[in-house]
C-alpha cells in the first residue's frame, strides 16, 4: 500500500452547520412533520425575501420542481422545449414525461452555459418554453435569453440547481424565468439530503402550482379558509417535503453567508494556486464574467484532450484525490434517440470529455486542499490544445 493514498479525499462529503438536530427535534416535538408546517413556512418566507421571488414552494427534490414546471407550462404531445446538451438528465427529463419533444442547444465554451446565439435558429412554431441552467452557479447570457423569450412568446425556466444565491447584473438566479427549480440534494451548497424548491415569479402560476404540489387538490385554499371542503381540482402529485427536512433545510439556509463565504475562499484558492499551471499546460479554467457573481457551487477544469483527462484522473487517484467527471451528452443519449429529440452540439460533447471537478465541500480541511493544488500542479498534459 502506499502511504499517501492511504486516506482518499473525497469529491463530496456532507457538511453540517450544528443546528440541523435542534430544529427537526423541535419539528418531532411541534409533533408536525408532514409537509407545510411551521419550518416549511419559515424555510419559503426566507428563499422569498433573500431571492426576491414572489413565491417558493419547498418541493421533494428539485427533479420534482421541474416536473411541475413542465405541467403548468400545459404542454401537449409534439410541443417542442429548448434546453442545453450540458446538463443533468432531470432538466430534459421533466419535460419528456409530458411527451414534449427536447430540443437541444449546445453551449459556449467559455462559461459552459447554453450558448445564447443559437437559440433563436431553434425555435419552431411548436417551441413552448426555454429551459436554462446556470452551469456551475455562473449565470447564462439573461439579457439576450430573456429578450429571446419575450420576443417569441415562450416561457422561460431557470434550472438553477447550481446557483442559489448567485446573481446577474445585481438580480438573483431564479428570478429571470417564469418559473425557477432550486435543488437541496446533498450534493449542493444547501442541503437536507434530498429535497427542492419551486420559485414561482409569474403570478398566473401561482395558485395552480399550489395545486399541483398537493395531489391536484385545493388543499392549499381550503386551509386558508378560502373554501370549505377541498377537493380533486387538477392534475398533481405528491410533491410536499417533511417539515422534518425543512427543519435540517432552515438550519443550514440561516448560515447562508458563513457557507457561501467558505466556498468562496476554497474556490479563490483552487483558482490563484493553479491559474500559472492552468496557463503553462493548455488547460481552461472557469469564466466568470465582470456582471455576475457566482455561486460557488463547483470547481472544474478542461484538460485538453479526453486521453489526458483519464490520465490526470488516475493520477489524482494515486496521489489520493477523488476528482470526477461530469454531464455525458445528453443529445448523444439513448433516451435522446429513442425520444425523437434533436440538435447538433460539438462543444457539449468536447467539453464533456474534458471536464474534471476538484474536491469540493463546506469541510474541506485547509491541508486537504493543499494535497489536491499539489497533486495537480505535479501533472503536465502531454499535449496542448
Ligand atoms: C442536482 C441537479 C438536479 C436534480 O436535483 P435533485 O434535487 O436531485 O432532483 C437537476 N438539475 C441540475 C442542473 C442539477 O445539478
Not at 424555510?43 to 421533494?60: H, K, P
Not at 489526458?308 to 434517440?337: C, D, I, K, M, W
Request: a negative charge.
Amino acid at each position: 500500500m502506499l502511504e499517501p493514498s492511504a486516506r482518499v479525499i473525497p469529491f463530496n462529503k456532507a457538511s453540517f452547520v450544528g443546528n440541523e438536530q435542534a430544529y427537526m427535534a423541535e419539528a418531532i416535538a411541534n409533533r408536525h412533520i408532514s409537509g407545510d408546517g411551521p419550518f416549511t413556512k419559515k424555510t419559503q418566507a426566507l428563499l422569498e425575501g433573500v431571492m426576491g421571488a414572489r413565491q417558493v414552494l419547498l418541493t421533494t427534490s428539485c427533479t420534482h420542481a421541474l416536473e411541475m414546471s413542465a405541467l403548468l407550462l400545459d404542454l401537449e404531445p409534439g410541443d417542442e422545449v429548448i434546453v442545453p446538451a450540458f446538463t443533468f438528465v432531470s432538466t430534459v427529463n421533466a419535460f419528456a414525461l409530458r411527451r414534449a419533444v427536447a430540443v437541444f442547444v449546445d453551449v459556449r465554451a467559455d462559461t459552459l452555459n447554453i450558448d445564447e446565439r443559437l437559440i433563436e435558429a431553434a425555435i419552431t412554431p411548436k417551441t413552448k418554453a426555454i429551459v436554462v441552467v446556470h452551469y456551475a452557479g455562473v449565470a447564462c447570457e439573461m439579457d439576450a435569453i430573456v429578450d429571446i423569450a419575450q420576443r417569441h412568446g415562450l416561457d422561460l425556466i431557470e434550472d438553477n440547481a447550481h446557483g442559489l444565491f448567485a446573481t446577474y447584473q445585481g438580480k438573483q438566479l431564479g428570478t429571470f424565468g417564469a418559473l425557477a427549480t432550486q435543488s437541496f440534494h446533498e450534493t449542493k451548497n444547501f442541503t437536507c439530503g434530498e429535497g427542492g424548491a419551486l420559485v414561482v415569479n409569474e403570478p398566473r402560476f401561482m395558485e395552480r402550482a399550489e395545486i399541483l404540489r398537493e395531489k391536484g387538490t385545493n388543499r392549499a385554499r381550503f386551509f386558508r379558509g378560502a373554501v370549505d371542503k377541498y377537493t380533486w381540482v387538477d392534475l398533481g402529485s405528491s410533491y410536499v417535503p417533511s417539515d422534518l427536512l425543512a427543519a435540517f433545510l432552515l438550519a443550514q439556509l440561516e448560515h447562508r453567508d458563513s457557507i457561501q463565504h467558505t466556498r468562496k475562499q476554497i474556490w479563490t484558492r483552487y483558482h490563484e494556486g493553479l491559474r500559472d499551471w492552468a496557463q503553462a499546460h493548455g488547460v481552461q479554467l472557469p469564466y466568470i464574467p465582470a456582471d455576475r457573481e457566482q455561486s460557488y457551487h463547483m470547481f472544474y477544469m478542461l484538460l485538453p484532450t479526453l486521453n489526458e483527462r483519464a490520465r490526470f484522473l488516475a493520477e489524482l487517484q494515486r496521489n489520493g484525490v477523488n476528482a470526477v467527471f461530469h454531464y455525458t451528452p445528453l443529445h448523444r443519449s439513448e433516451a435522446a434517440a429513442r425520444l425523437g429529440a434533436r440538435g447538433d452540439c460539438p462543444v457539449t460533447e468536447s467539453v464533456s470529455d474534458r471536464l474534471v471537478r476538484l474536491p469540493f465541500y463546506n469541510s474541506l480541511a485547509f491541508e486537504d486542499q493543499t494535497t489536491v493544488i499539489e497533486a495537480v500542479r505535479s501533472f503536465a498534459p502531454a499535449v496542448r490544445v
